[in-house]
Every structure is written in structure tokens, then in C-alpha cells.
């Protein structure tokens, strides 16, 4: 039972036990950890984007501009907050 339970985890290493929303959601986990992420300022350091300002023109399109301080996201930040309070 226990070795069975063990073979159809995500950490056999078997990954076709996977769903298409969890290998995604690895991902962009492994994205985030690895400093590589699709915000302007990563496109911009690999030299494909021409700015690492945001859209919002208030600060560079980073992780923490993204997760912190775009006024873009304040109502969104502001429900998460509440959430895990
Ligand atoms: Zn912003």
C-alpha cells in the first residue's frame, strides 16, 4: 500500500501522474524561485523587451513592483490580504 502511495506521488519523479494544471503550476513556481519570471524587467535583462518600466509608468516591472506596489493591483492585493488574515 505504502510503496503503491509512494510511486503515484509528485515526488517519484514519475510526472506523468501529473495533471496539466499541476506541471504548469510547478512551473511557474520554478520560474519564480529561479528568477525567471515574464515581468518586464526579466524580458529587458535577456534584451527582449525595450524598457523595464510597467505599463503603469510608476516603477520597474519587477516581483516586487508586481506583488507590492503597483496601484494596478491594489484592490487585488488588498482582497489576498484579507484572505489570509
Ligand atoms: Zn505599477
Request: positive net charge; glycine residues 4%; contains cysteine.
Amino acid at each position: 500500500m505504502y510503496q503503491n502511495d509512494l510511486r503515484n506521488s509528485s515526488f517519484s519523479g514519475q510526472q506523468d501522474h501529473l495533471s496539466k494544471e499541476q506541471m504548469h503550476r510547478h512551473h511557474r513556481y520554478a520560474r519564480l524561485l529561479l528568477n525567471d519570471t515574464t515581468l518586464r524587467a526579466h524580458h529587458y535583462h535577456m534584451g527582449l523587451a525595450d524598457t523595464k518600466v510597467f505599463e503603469c509608468n510608476q516603477g520597474v516591472e519587477d516581483v516586487y513592483h508586481f506583488f507590492f506596489q503597483c496601484t494596478r493591483y491594489k484592490d487585488t492585493r488588498k482582497q489576498l490580504l484579507q484572505s489570509v488574515q
